[in-house]
C-alpha cells in the first residue's frame, strides 16, 4: 500500500526468497500466502541479486506469488511454522490484519515457530494469544530500529514507529548498528533486524524445526 508520501510499497523481495532457499534446501515444504491472496505487491525488486534471481527465473517464484492463497483459507495449526517477510508495506498491512494474529496464535500455540525479519515483526505488534496477552510481552525481539527509520526518512511517513509500539506492548528490544545481520531467538520466537539478516533468520527456523 501507499504511506503519507504517495509512494507504492509492498514487502521486501530480497527477505523472501534468502530464508525460503535455507529452509527449502533443508528439505521443509513451504506455502507462500498473502493478507488478500493473489498476487502481494513487491518492493525493492533487484534481479542482480543471485538469490532473487535464481528464484524468480529458476524457481518459480513470478507464478507462486501470482497465485497465493489468502491467510483466511489457512489453518495455523496445520504449519509447523510461519515467517512474515518485510518492507514497509507491512506497516499497513499486518498490524490490524485478524487473519495474520490468528495464524501467529495458531502456529505458536500448538507448539510451532514464528519468525520475521525487519518490518515483517509488524504482524506481532498487536498478535495476542488466547489468554488475551501480547505474544511479544516479555520476550527478546530484534527489527527495524526508529534509527534505521529516520535514516531512511520515514519517520514522519509510516503510521507509528515499530520498535517503540513493541516496547510499548511488553517486548525487550535488542539492537545492532545500523544494517548489521541481528537475529533474536526467544525459545520459538525467532526476530530479526534488517534485510542483511535473512539468511541467518532462515538458518535460525531450520535449526529450531529440527531442535
Sequence with gaps: MKGKAGIPTGFYLAELPHPLEVIEDAGFETVIASVRGGQPPIDGFDLSDPVNAKYWNEKGLYERLANTPALSELNGADYSAVFFAGGHGTMWDFAD???VQRIIREVYESGGVVSTVCHGLMAL???????????VNGKNVATFTNAKEAEVQATEIVLFLLQTALENHGATYHAAPNWSDNVIVDGRLITSQNPASTKTVGVKVVDALKG
Design 125 to 135: 505488534v498487536n498478535a495476542k494469544l488466547s489468554d488475551g496477552s501480547y505474544l
Design 97 to 99: 490484519s485478524a487473519d
